[in-house]
């Protein structure tokens, strides 16, 4: 076309024409239909998304058109795509305009404008007039966040602070957890929509749910991965989940989600994922197997008192962001005076078990390989790691107020516990280790154990029990609760 020249986003300004610009999409929305002030009584749309052309310049775009015509140009092109916007005309954004909440944040102090009469875009390839390796730089911005990648909130600060954080939005770097199904929501005013939750994690807790909203979002989120799928992601919106009873985060029209992005934080991120605990039995006892010295624990609980903590606001009827913000933990730890009631050493119940030393997954008995996990690097292939042999003890613990059975004693708690390693105890036999078992069962101990409290979702408390030997009597008539 003659006239036209090819234009990189940080040289556009007001006035320039005939534009050429070759990007790639990082961020899209949902077209929106609005009345048209030309033709009373009929609708227009625009369809909204985000350019890039360099890791530094990246613009926001609008393209208005029929219904028709919209739907079909942003049902075409994704995120991803690298396109060929022509004849587009470039405004300064202006800041005080309520638009501007709803669009990501960009480094173009311009924006885009597209109709469908006098502009096109279209989607590009690398042929013969477009260089190959322009195309496959573009390609990699993808995976260039568009904020400083050291920047970001851990979960934990989400939930701590919860709406007290004083933002509505906010950067997290996060791992994928688990990928939920796609569900049919019905809005307030009929219409029917779609909505799909993903659970991430980072270092500092395995559980904050996501929800997504944008179609193609939610078509995306079907390849990401489980432990390997790392995101930025930029400006997403702090929302009280009052099905889970905690603080959320929706990806919304300002978001901008980066796949996998190339940074050193999120390298480090996706390698403690490959391992990271993520069922509850696996995080109560990765944090039991933190905790160092057990005999610091110095508050004391009847069954009772435990039962009825770990059970505190389980229930999601009535919930608000501004009854919960000072939840307590969703776990705590005590000392309770009590008598061990179950502990099968010498029977049919199962007290040592084979994991991966990677990924703690289970090998069932009989299992001839190294995991069957396929998420995880030596189930995958990529790594070598030998199983672990490891006590997996249930023990019942009761006093004068009720039982807490199922209480989990594991690995080196139940070494300590036990006074003998799993070699040692592989090798007992039957007699010896029924004595072993009555050096506790019956006996009035002191049991210090942590406590992963209930939650909607898990209506059923999980505890482990870190340390257990036999209380001194004085002891128990001074400090054991009555109730």
Same mark, same amino acid.
């Given at each position: 076309? $003659?006239?036209?020249?090819?234009?990189?986003? #940080?040289?556009?300004?007001?006035?320039?024409?005939?534009?050429?610009?070759?990007?790639?999409?990082?961020?899209?929305?949902?077209?929106?239909?609005?009345?048209?002030?030309?033709?009373?009584?009929?609708?227009?749309?625009?369809?909204?998304?985000?350019?890039?052309?360099?890791?530094?310049?990246?613009?926001?775009?609008?393209?208005?058109?029929?219904?028709?015509?919209?739907?079909?140009?942003?049902?075409?092109? %994704?995120?991803?795509?690298?396109?060929?916007?022509?004849?587009?005309?470039?405004?300064?954004?202006?800041?005080?305009?309520?638009?501007?909440?709803?669009?990501?944040?960009?480094?173009?102090?311009?924006?885009?404008?597209?109709?469908?009469?006098?502009?096109?875009?279209?989607?590009?390839?690398?042929?013969?007039?477009?260089?190959?390796?322009?195309?496959?730089?573009?390609?990699?911005?993808?995976?260039?966040?568009?904020?400083?990648?050291?920047?970001?909130?851990?979960? $934990?600060?989400?939930?701590?602070?919860?709406?007290?954080?004083?933002?509505?939005?906010?950067?997290?770097? +996060?791992?994928?957890?688990? +990928?939920?199904?796609?569900?049919?929501?019905?809005?307030?005013?009929?219409?029917?929509?779609?909505?799909?939750?993903?659970?991430?994690?980072?270092?500092?807790?395995?559980?904050?749910?996501?929800?997504?909203?944008?179609?193609?979002?939610?078509?995306?989120?079907?390849?990401?991965?489980?432990? %390997?799928?790392?995101?930025? &992601? $930029?400006?997403?919106?702090? $929302?009280?989940?009052?099905? %889970?009873?905690?603080?959320?985060?929706?990806?919304?029209?300002?978001?901008?989600?980066?796949?996998?992005?190339?940074?050193?934080?999120?390298?480090?991120?996706?390698?403690?994922?490959?391992?990271?605990?993520?069922?509850? #039995?696996?995080?109560?006892?990765?944090?039991?197997?933190?905790?160092?010295?057990?005999?610091?624990?110095?508050?004391?609980?009847?069954?009772?008192?435990?039962?009825?903590?770990?059970?505190?606001?389980?229930?999601?009827?009535?919930? #608000?962001?501004?009854? %919960?913000?000072?939840?307590?933990?969703?776990?705590?730890?005590?000392?309770?005076?009590?008598?061990?009631?179950?502990?099968?050493?010498?029977?049919?119940?199962?007290?040592? &078990?084979?994991?991966?030393?990677?990924?703690?997954?289970?090998?069932?008995?009989?299992?001839?390989?190294?995991?069957?996990?396929?998420?995880?690097?030596?189930?995958?292939?990529?790594?070598?790691?030998?199983?672990?042999?490891?006590?997996?003890?249930?023990?019942?613990?009761?006093?004068?107020?009720?039982?807490?059975?199922?209480?989990? *004693?594991?690995?080196?708690?139940?070494?300590?516990?036990?006074?003998?390693?799993?070699?040692?105890?592989?090798? &007992?036999?039957?007699?010896?280790?029924?004595?072993?078992?009555?050096?506790?069962?019956?006996?009035?101990?002191?049991?210090?154990?942590?406590?992963?409290?209930?939650?909607?979702?898990?209506?059923?408390? &999980?505890?482990? *029990?870190?340390?257990?030997?036999?209380?001194?009597?004085?002891?128990?008539?001074?400090?054991?609760?009555?109730?």
């Amino acid at each position: 076309m $003659a006239g036209v020249r090819k234009v990189p986003i #940080s040289e556009l300004g007001p006035g320039i024409n005939n534009a050429m610009i070759i990007a790639v999409i990082i961020a899209k929305q949902t077209p929106r239909k609005i009345a048209s002030k030309r033709n009373p009584g009929t609708e227009r749309a625009v369809w909204s998304f985000t350019l890039r052309d360099t890791p530094y310049d990246f613009i926001n775009a609008s393209y208005w058109g029929s219904i028709e015509n919209v739907n079909s140009i942003a049902n075409g092109l %994704h995120v991803g795509d690298v396109v060929e916007v022509m004849n587009a005309k470039v405004n300064m954004r202006q800041g005080g305009d309520s638009e501007e909440r709803f669009q990501p944040s960009v480094t173009s102090p311009f924006q885009l404008i597209l109709s469908e009469n006098q502009s096109t875009i279209q989607l590009q390839r690398p042929v013969d007039e477009f260089d190959a390796e322009t195309y496959n730089n573009l390609i990699q911005l993808l995976h260039i966040p568009t904020k400083a990648p050291s920047c970001f909130l851990t979960i $934990a600060d989400v939930l701590a602070s919860g709406t007290s954080m004083g933002t509505e939005f906010i950067d997290l770097l +996060v791992a994928v957890a688990r +990928v939920g199904p796609v569900k049919n929501i019905k809005t307030k005013d009929g219409r029917d929509i779609e909505c799909r939750e993903v659970i991430v994690l980072d270092q500092t807790n395995s559980s904050l749910t996501i929800q997504l909203w944008e179609s193609d979002l939610i078509i995306q989120a079907g390849n990401w991965r489980p432990r %390997h799928t790392v995101l930025f &992601l $930029a400006d997403v919106r702090l $929302a009280w989940n009052a099905f %889970h009873r905690k603080m959320g985060v929706s990806i919304f029209s300002r978001t901008i989600v980066t796949e996998n992005p190339d940074t050193t934080e999120a390298n480090i991120l996706r390698e403690y994922a490959f391992s990271a605990p993520i069922a509850p #039995s696996a995080v109560l006892d990765h944090i039991a197997s933190t905790i160092s010295d057990a005999s610091s624990i110095r508050v004391v609980m009847s069954v009772q008192q435990v039962i009825k903590k770990a059970l505190k606001n389980s229930s999601a009827e009535g919930d #608000s962001p501004m009854q %919960h913000e000072n939840t307590e933990d969703s776990q705590f730890s005590c000392l309770i005076y009590c008598f061990v009631t179950e502990l099968d050493l010498d029977g049919v119940t199962r007290v040592i &078990l084979n994991r991966c030393s990677k990924c703690q997954t289970t090998l069932t008995e009989g299992f001839q390989g190294l995991c069957p996990n396929a998420d995880c690097p030596v189930g995958s292939g990529l790594d070598f790691s030998k199983p672990e042999t490891i006590f997996d003890i249930r023990v019942t613990l009761s006093d004068h107020t009720g039982s807490l059975p199922g209480c989990r *004693l594991i690995d080196k708690n139940a070494e300590k516990v036990l006074g003998c390693s799993v070699t040692t105890f592989q090798h &007992l036999t039957p007699t010896e280790k029924t004595s072993l078992k009555w050096r506790l069962l019956l006996e009035r101990c002191a049991a210090r154990i942590l406590v992963l409290k209930a939650s909607p979702q898990r209506r059923t408390p &999980l505890i482990s *029990l870190l340390f257990c030997e036999p209380a001194d009597p004085a002891e128990v008539a001074a400090r054991c609760p009555r109730c």
